[in-house]
């Protein structure tokens, strides 16, 4: 009953809010976004505690991977909710129960992909985030920001119809195997009397169509212009939990194929868009002159990273799991500041009016320096103990190369975000500017996360443990 009350809660809140006219809903808007954020985490923390029976015959259900990515997704919105508090007292987006009724879609759609057992549903919940999405990006209803949104979009659907025909190759893999067609279960259970071609064909279709919906290069083209675009809290949920869920669809399939015996097929692959992945963002990382676009980038480095630690298995997966909870985090961390910049300044670009920041925004400043030493995996953040165990996985895997490749596009991609985000935090203000009192509710929200993510770099509490190393169980891998 909880998993449907967790699906339906959102989506009955977006159509309430969509069906309101427009003038009514600026009254209640905000008091709708946190309640139903702040019940959804309620809701999820009670599946910590005690876990709930599968619904819709087993549609449904929590394993380890969903409840990380669900939990994940959660905690982003709560703490979006709340900043969403202090952005809407400075900013007034044209159609406001659009605005809301997206977020809280956006919410519906990606608890239906956390707790999808049945990949075709998996793949409604993934297409639903790109519809949900769309209309958040379109912000400013300019031309940049059109021209932002059709790009998505168009790129996005070229994805996820790849995506589609993926999961129509799985369905013919399973044929004459035994049980529920596309049921993630009776997959493992019959794995090994699935079609090899097939399952081959599926495997490749559904990595480059959630791939695309991750980031993956070469697949990333969308990521710059539309986080760069979206408003900040919008892209940040889009890289701390729409880029989570689009894995939790690779991870699914990679289950399957592993499972099935085809790991010596699958990991090759998962390595080379991995490299690819840091290599690219190595590249554009260097020059980039604004701060939305470069951890457009970082998304594009880390997501490398997920997919390049589900290669290499053993505790590579741990160390995968463990950087999508981080990444998440402090995604969502960095675009929250950013937007707090661009609500100062007007801009994100590093301009006269952006530097300096540590003295003219003293809180987001130096939240802004923090966040570039844990994002680039630096102790004793989080995202350096998740790196270090990939990395540990390569030279324990015995691919020294992959760890020298590793290594070297990590120093490249620090080098590039240290240049931009230290000359905008400690760089010489413009004569007269004084130091701007931030909203609490601007400035909570990245504090929280940061905390978070500060911990996790130094203690992983037990119960996360646990469910982190069930996790890696699942995707072939162990716990260090």
């Excluded at 977006?14 to 702040?38: C, D, E, F, I, K």
């Excluded at 999820?44 to 991977?65: N, Y």
């Excluded at 990949?119 to 993934?126: N, R, T």
């Excluded at 400013?140 to 790849?162: F, N």
């Amino acid at each position: 009953m909880r998993l449907i009350v967790l699906c339906a809660l959102p989506a009955l809140a977006a159509a309430l809010t969509l069906a309101v006219p427009a003038s009514r809903v600026g009254r209640w808007r905000v008091t709708v976004l946190v309640a139903v954020a702040a019940m959804h985490l309620a809701l999820v923390a009670s599946l910590w505690a005690a876990p709930s029976a599968s619904a819709l015959d087993g549609w449904l259900d929590v394993d380890a991977l969903g409840l990380v990515v669900l939990t994940l997704t959660s905690v982003l919105f709560l703490v979006t909710t709340v900043y969403t508090v202090g952005y809407l007292r400075r900013e007034r987006p044209r159609g406001g129960r659009v605005f809301v009724g997206g977020l809280l879609g956006f919410l519906t759609a990606t608890t239906v992909v956390a707790l999808s057992q049945h990949l075709a549903l998996l793949w409604v919940g993934m297409e639903a985030t790109t519809l949900a999405v769309a209309p958040l990006i379109f912000h400013r209803h300019d031309r940049r920001s059109l021209e932002a949104v059709w790009k998505y979009l168009m790129i996005s659907s070229v994805g996820i119809a790849l995506a589609l025909l993926g999961t129509f190759f799985l369905a013919s893999a399973q044929q004459n195997t035994g049980g529920q067609p596309l049921l993630l279960p009776d997959l493992l259970a019959h794995a090994h009397l699935l079609h090899r071609a097939w399952l081959r064909a599926a495997f490749l279709f559904l990595l480059v169509g959630f791939g695309t919906k991750m980031g993956l290069a070469p697949m990333h083209t969308w990521k710059p212009d539309t986080y760069g675009e979206a408003p900040s809290l919008v892209s940040g949920l889009m890289a701390g939990s729409l880029t989570s869920c689009a894995f939790l669809g690779v991870a699914r399939v990679t289950e399957v194929a592993m499972a099935a015996g085809l790991g010596p097929f699958v990991q090759p692959v998962l390595i080379a868009f991995g490299l690819l992945s840091l290599a690219v963002a190595a590249a554009f990382v260097i020059g980039q002159s604004d701060v939305k676009r470069l951890l457009a980038y970082s998304s594009v480095e880390h997501m490398g990273l997920l997919v390049l630690g589900l290669g290499l298995g053993g505790v590579g997966a741990y160390g995968t799991v463990l950087h999508l909870v981080n990444n998440g985090l402090a995604k969502g961390w960095l675009f929250l500041v950013a937007g707090n910049i661009v609500l100062a300044t007007g801009t994100s670009a590093a301009a006269a009016p952006n530097r300096g920041l540590v003295r003219t925004l003293p809180v987001s400043g130096v939240l802004l320096v923090l966040g570039l030493f844990a994002v680039t995996g630096s102790p004793p953040f989080g995202l350096f103990l998740s790196e270090f165990t990939i990395l540990r996985a390569a030279v324990g895997g015995g691919h020294p190369w992959i760890a020298a490749a590793m290594l070297a596009l990590l120093a490249i991609i620090f080098v590039g975000m240290a240049a931009l985000l230290l000359e905008m935090a400690l760089g010489e203000p413009e004569p007269g500017t004084t130091p701007i009192r931030e909203s609490r509710w601007l400035v909570a929200g990245p504090i929280a996360l940061a905390s978070v993510v500060l911990l996790l770099g130094v203690y992983i509490p037990p119960p996360l443990q646990h469910v982190l190393a069930r996790a890696a169980a699942a995707l072939g891998g162990t716990a260090p």
